[in-house]
């Protein structure tokens, strides 16, 4: 499954969650940690900023850095800084190309990389209920160093989840990304209420997720 046009989020995706109005985040304030971020997440970048931005604006944001491996990850520094790199050549702030971000990835490369998850949950709320298990776990295992965010994740009602996300990075925009992408890849849709914030200095971020079908759903 390749990057296309219809991936591209819509303007108004990530304004739509309470954490909206900080769309002029600085993200330098989250570097301070040890932890490392799965090699993923940096090749879903590369290939995001390929795709929407172009191949010139690539090679000037990528042009200092190593080809990401799946297999490794890499310090949390170096992502925030190819954000901030990222928002400043194209004028998006920051938080929003976060957002984009997410959503390309869960529609494109996880849904590349793990369509057996995919497949298995069959739909938006179930893979949503399985990602810690399934996916971060499995990253723990795999790749000591990679230290992927903590979700719990419960039921909310027959149509929804309720996420509890908590992470040093307090990346909370791309996890909305990812979840707006996952439902994107089901033909779903999905409206996100977000009613705490670790940027906000709440201890987690709290995401009240509701799945509809869409008008691309059998």
Partial sequence: M???????????????ARCGELRSLTLSRVANT???????????????VAARHGSDVASEILSDQPV????????????????????ELTGIPESELVHQVGVFTAQQTFARLYPAFFAVAGGTRAFLLSVETFIHELVRATIPNASPPRLHVQPLGDDGVTINYTSSRRLCALLAGLVEGTARHYGEEVEVDQTDCMLRDDPACVFEIRVSPGMLAA
Avoid: K, M, T
């Fill in 68 to 87: 990401f491996l799946l297999s490794e990850a890499y310090e949390d520094e170096r992502l925030l800084a190819l954000i901030n790199r990222a928002s």
């Fill in 2 to 16: 390749g990057p296309d046009a219809a991936g591209a989020p819509s303007e108004d995706s990530w304004g739509r």
């Fill in 34 to 48: 040890i932890a490392a971020v799965h090699g993923v997440i940096f090749a879903s970048f590369v290939d995001y």
